[in-house]
């Protein structure tokens, strides 16, 4: 099966705006749908970002999604320490039927 | 509280069987279509399979195909993953988690995850 594609790592100082874009195709990204997940060390991925754009409640506005063509994009803004993490893209894809995970991105705040 | 709890995992052999167990309390279990996922060590998440919320509908993974099956038992809040002729490469941390909407909306609920290691 595919996979997403996104960047294996990114980097910002405090305050800075980063970006992790995510890769797919026509079946999944570019139809379907994408979601971004956090995951801190040692715990379970959190949902950021749902349908794109949708923030789930409890997510700081800091964070958000967007679409262009095949791709996904998730924006971090005001960077803070407590966001270095990896993150995750995911989709369903409506062909295969299946959920597909990017490999990750980790985040360093430097 | 919204909470998912895994049990089931532990050591096998290759060739091996066995269960996992998912146990949903704090929302309408029956109302939401349900999911496992792996993850093995320094990696990220793999998907395994989903089942609908009403059990009907399931779809695996290529990896796991033919080999695990994915089944629920809504009347007592639980989800399960029967693993057979396990491999090595089936090492990870196995984890249910919740649908938020439908397929589309993401997972808002995750279990810690129950560790499954295969080895001889």
């Known amino acids: 099966q595919s996979v997403l594609t996104q960047p294996s790592s990114v980097s910002g100082t405090p305050g800075q705006r980063v970006t992790i874009s995510c890769s797919g195709s026509?079946?999944?990204?570019?139809?379907?749908?994408a979601n971004w997940y956090q995951q801190l060390p040692g715990t379970a991925p959190k949902l950021l970002i749902y349908a794109y754009d949708q923030r789930p409640s409890g997510v700081p506005d800091r964070f958000s999604g967007s679409k262009s063509g095949t791709s996904a994009s998730l924006a971090i803004s005001g960077l803070q320490s407590e966001d270095e993490a990896d993150y995750y893209c995911?989709?369903?894809?409506?062909?295969?039927?299946?959920?597909?995970f990017g490999a990750g991105t980790r985040l360093t705040v430097l | 509280q919204v909470q998912l709890v895994e049990s089931g995992g532990g050591v096998v052999h290759p060739g091996g069987s066995l269960r996992l167990s998912c146990v949903a309390s704090g929302f309408t279990f029956r109302s939401y279509g349900m999911h496992w996922v792996r993850q093995a060590p320094g990696k990220g998440p793999e998907w395994v399979a989903v089942i609908s919320f009403d059990g009907r509908i399931k779809y695996y993974g290529d990896s796991v195909k033919g080999r695990f099956i994915i089944s629920r038992d809504n009347s007592n809040n639980t989800l399960y993953l029967q693993m057979n002729s396990l491999r090595p490469e089936d090492t990870a941390i196995y984890s249910c988690?919740?649908?938020?909407?439908?397929?589309?909306?993401?997972?808002?609920?995750w279990g810690q995850g129950t560790t499954v290691t295969v080895s001889s």
């Open positions: 995911a989709t369903w894809d409506d062909s295969l039927n299946v959920v597909l």
């Open positions: 026509i079946s999944n990204i570019g139809s379907a749908t």
């Open positions: 988690a919740k649908e938020q909407l439908s397929r589309y909306y993401g997972w808002d609920v």
